[in-house]
Structures are given as C-alpha cells and as structure tokens.
C-alpha cells in the first residue's frame, strides 16, 4: 500500500493583504522500502473565502489547491469543451507510477532451489 504525503512548501502573497496567489506544494509516497516525490506550483484565483494569514493552515492551503479546477478551451470552431483537473489525483497518479516502475526494475536474490 502507497502512503502518501502532501506538503506546502512556500506561498506567495499579493501586497499588504497577504492573499495567497501561489502555492509551492509537494507530494511524497512510500511503499515499503520505495519512494518517490513531485511537486509543483498551484495558482490561486480569488474566491469568496478568505482566512487572515496568520490563520491560515497548511491543510486548509493543500484544500484550496485540491479544489476541482474547471479549464475551458475552444478549438478553431469556436465550439468551447470544459475540462476538470484535479490536482491531487494528479500528483497522487504520478509518484505512484514512480513507484510502480521501481517495483518492475526491482531485482530479487531468490534461494537457490538445489539449495
């Protein structure tokens, strides 16, 4: 079983207000002996929750960035299609393939069977 970690790193503000607009996050695993990692920046858009900066949690910072974010597109016929993206299973998917590709390069020094 993969155990995952999720941490916040940094954050960026914006003047006076100390509005977070940027967040430097990390993702480890663990599986076993086994571990891999990935982080990344999230950009914030403001919303209707604020929470002063003195009381924001690293929690409640990791929520905000594993919020849905709905991306809309539109292709030359100006026919728009949404996309979801979701950040924590994004980042979750991805260390747990490096794990995974560790587990298939991993070597093992078997009993002899004559032995």
């Not at 960026?12 to 002996?33: K, L, S």
């Not at 260390?95 to 002899?112: C, D, M, N, S």
């Given at each position: 079983?993969?155990?995952?970690?999720?941490s916040v790193e940094k954050?960026?503000?914006?003047?006076?207000?100390?509005?977070?607009?940027?967040?430097?996050?990390?993702?480890?695993?663990?599986?076993?002996?086994?571990?891999?990692?990935?982080?990344?920046?999230?950009?914030l858009v403001s919303g209707?929750t604020f929470i002063p900066?003195?009381?924001?949690?690293?929690?409640?910072?990791?929520?905000?960035?594993?919020?849905?974010?709905?991306?809309?597109?539109?292709?030359?016929?100006?026919?728009?299609?949404?996309?979801?993206?979701?950040?924590?299973?994004?980042?979750?998917?991805?260390?747990?393939?490096?794990?995974?590709?560790?587990?298939?390069?991993?070597?093992?020094?078997?009993?002899?069977?004559?032995?």
């Open positions: 079983m993969i155990t995952f970690k999720w954050v960026i503000t914006t003047g006076d207000t100390n509005v977070v607009t940027q967040v430097y996050w990390r993702c480890n695993a663990n599986q076993d002996e086994l571990t891999a990692s990935c982080s990344g920046i999230h950009s209707d900066y003195g009381l924001l949690t690293e929690q409640q910072v990791l929520d905000w960035c594993f919020a849905p974010e709905i991306i809309t597109l539109t292709n030359k016929d100006n026919i728009e299609q949404s996309i979801t993206k979701h950040l924590k299973d994004e980042g979750e998917a991805q260390v747990t393939e490096q794990i995974e590709r560790q587990l298939a390069q991993k070597q093992f020094e078997p009993a002899l069977p004559w032995a």
